[in-house]
């Protein structure tokens, strides 16, 4: 950059004699040239502070290299760039148009005018721009991927993937791309084929920490609970993911799934530190507990989570299960039938009510009970064996 400020400046007098011997016409054109030259020379001073984040200071440089040569496009292009970054929208889509104008081949102002109509949350216009992006620039990555999270936010996840799909192979060495394919597998539910792509995408990027917390979450949602862990607790220790209440749940649950009760309580306590407002977590919390043998902690734990959501089927069923290793009947068979009346579909429930009756000395009572799980499944393997062991005891 100093090298090219040195040069204009031994040019300049030469510049300005040779014109002096030419008409008004070589004159203007000499002095556009002259004016070009000056301001890429601020264009280039503009980008690198851009890239050092001044952008009071770009602006202004900016606008000077603008006056000096008001017809270069990547000028107006950088500009529309602060914009965004400044917030002014319209002020930003106002450059980018005008850099369009000047130069219909420029896809960088059609990837930032999606981005400005991103926010301002007209996706339809957005897609548009970052396809027409797309078209002018294949190899760009990163038009193609805001164009496919866009068609996503259109609900059209279909053609997201397929999008990309078949692009995968041309970008061989991205994990970007691969990333992407596998959180719309997630979205689809298609998670053993997620969790194949996510792997990929970890291994050509292995020091990007977002996409190893996508693969340890796709692998806990599809029951990979001892590959989850591997990924989660060494994510859980770097900078940024120990207050992640969300990942410290996934790993205390994959943990207790996977039989290791003391490493999930702690866990899912750190997880209740910093998500103490979520009933799912203390619910997970109370589980782990009292797998752990800690039932007055459980029972803590429990209370906690139904006085958050006072309507959660399960963490009655839970409580009724405590109950009944504290073997209080009468509570447990009250804890129960409320899980049951939350949700009268739920057979699990039914079963529990009728083995505490029977645990009571109400045999007929139970079998009734019994007899309601099987009317709603009678396939009901749990209701089916409690029935039948009823039937020997009479």
């Not at 965004?84 to 960088?108: K, S, V, Y």
Request: glycine share 4%; net charge negative; hydrophobic share 40%.
């Amino acid at each position: 950059m100093r090298k090219f400020c040195i040069f204009i400046l031994m040019t300049a007098p030469l510049l300005t004699a040779c014109a002096q011997h030419k008409d008004p016409s070589q004159q203007q054109a000499a002095m556009t040239r002259w004016n070009d030259a000056r301001s890429a020379v601020l264009l280039g001073l503009a980008k690198d502070e851009y890239d050092n984040q001044n952008f009071e200071k770009a602006r202004q440089t900016v606008d000077e290299a603008i006056q000096m040569s008001p017809n270069s496009a990547v000028a107006h292009v950088l500009s529309g760039r602060l914009y965004i970054e400044q917030g002014q929208l319209e002020a930003a889509e106002r450059e980018l148009a005008t850099a369009r104008q000047l130069d219909a081949a420029n896809a960088e102002c059609d990837y930032l005018s999606g981005v400005v109509y991103q926010r301002w949350q007209q996706p339809q216009e957005a897609l548009e721009f970052y396809e027409h992006a797309s078209a002018k620039a294949p190899a760009e990555l990163a038009y193609l991927l805001a164009r496919a999270e866009m068609l996503v936010a259109l609900d059209q996840r279909g053609q997201a993937l397929a999008l990309l799909q078949q692009k995968v192979t041309y970008f061989e060495h991205s994990g970007a791309i691969r990333d992407a394919v596998g959180l719309i597998l997630v979205q689809q539910n298609r998670l053993p084929e997620a969790v194949e792509m996510l792997r990929r995408a970890s291994i050509l990027s292995p020091d990007d920490l977002t996409i190893r917390e996508h693969l340890g979450t796709a692998m806990y949602e599809e029951g990979n609970y001892s590959d989850a862990i591997e990924v989660l607790s060494p994510l859980l220790k770097e900078d940024g993911y120990q207050d992640r209440g969300d990942l410290w749940a996934a790993l205390g649950e994959s943990q207790m799934e996977n039989g290791q009760p003391s490493d999930a309580v702690d866990s899912l306590t750190t997880a209740t530190d910093t998500l103490p407002n979520s009933a799912g977590v203390w619910l997970s919390l109370a589980k782990a507990q009292m797998q752990q043998g800690s039932l007055r902690l459980a029972d803590i734990s429990l209370r906690r989570s139904l006085s958050l959501d006072s309507g959660n089927s399960q963490a009655y069923l839970l409580q009724g299960y405590l109950q009944l290793r504290l073997e209080h009947l009468p509570d447990a068979l009250e804890a129960f039938r409320l899980a049951s009346r939350l949700d009268q579909s739920d057979t699990v429930s039914l079963c529990m009510i009728g083995l505490t009756l029977d645990k009571l000395g109400r045999a007929k009572q139970a079998a009734a009970f019994y007899q309601r799980a099987l009317q709603l499944n009678p396939h009901d393997q749990m209701a089916a064996q409690l029935m039948a062991r009823l039937d020997s005891h009479e």
